[in-house]
Antibody
């Protein structure tokens, strides 16, 4: 079965850093694009970042550009999100989600999420 | 303010049909980008419901269907059941932002 499991969330002060990890299993990780999507408490979904299967193409939402960095290790079936200069408005559940083999803008499998709380 | 507009809430009685609209613009849905729909049950992660405007993942009941026209899309749910009570989100790509966009979400209440 396809599984993605996030970890690394927690409480951090504004201006601090945090690194999220996503462990994937049940599919050929290196063949799929991967994505991060977040959801602030009581709010809707917000796309954060995407990375192509071979790491060649990387995209960020304007709200995190210059502060967040997405990466992946295909040998370890893992996706990462390095978050720097964190702000109170970054407080959210962060979901790791599988993309596609080719060019697409959607996610078919989502993890359960990891909560990031930024205190001001 | 989301670039994709959804009604905040819809409701229907068991067995009825409801539709949820998703209105975009010429830089996203109207530019030809696909629309996808996700269901989020209370306290859980989103689940893909419809992809590529009209396609259902394997195993999803055909009570759920999607459509797209011009700058908008719709999700229809027939034979409404209590377990359908959830938040529903549409999602597409916006070429002006060069990124994904989500609708604000619609809360479905089964009366």
């Amino acid at each position: 079965d396809v599984q993605v499991v996030e970890s690394g969330g927690g409480l951090v002060k504004a201006g601090g850093s945090l690194r999220l990890s996503c462990a994937a299993s049940g599919f050929t990780f290196s063949s799929y694009s991967m994505n991060w999507v977040r959801q602030a408490p009581g709010k809707g979904l917000e796309w954060v970042s995407s990375m192509s299967s071979g790491s060649r193409y990387i995209y960020y939402a304007d709200s995190v550009k210059g502060r967040f960095s997405i990466s992946r290790d295909n040998a370890k079936n893992s996706l990462y999100l390095q978050m720097n200069s964190l702000r109170a408005e970054d407080t959210a559940v962060y979901y790791c989600a599988r993309g596609c083999r080719g060019d697409c803008y959607m996610s078919d499998y989502w993890g359960q999420g990891t909560l990031v709380t930024v205190s001001s | 303010q989301s670039l994709l507009t959804q009604p905040p809430s819809v409701s229907g009685a068991p067995g009825q049909r409801v539709t949820i609209s998703c209105t975009g613009s010429s830089s996203n849905i109207g530019a030809g980008y696909d629309v996808h729909w996700y269901q989020q049950l209370p306290g859980t992660a989103p689940k893909l419901l419809i992809y590529g405007n009209t396609n259902r993942p394997s195993g999803l009941p055909d009570r759920f269907s999607g459509s797209k026209s011009d700058t908008s899309a719709s999700l229809a749910i027939t034979g409404l059941q209590a377990e359908d009570e959830a938040d529903y989100y549409c999602q597409s790509y916006d070429r002006s932002l060069s990124g994904w966009v989500f609708g604000g979400g619609t809360k479905l209440t089964v009366l």
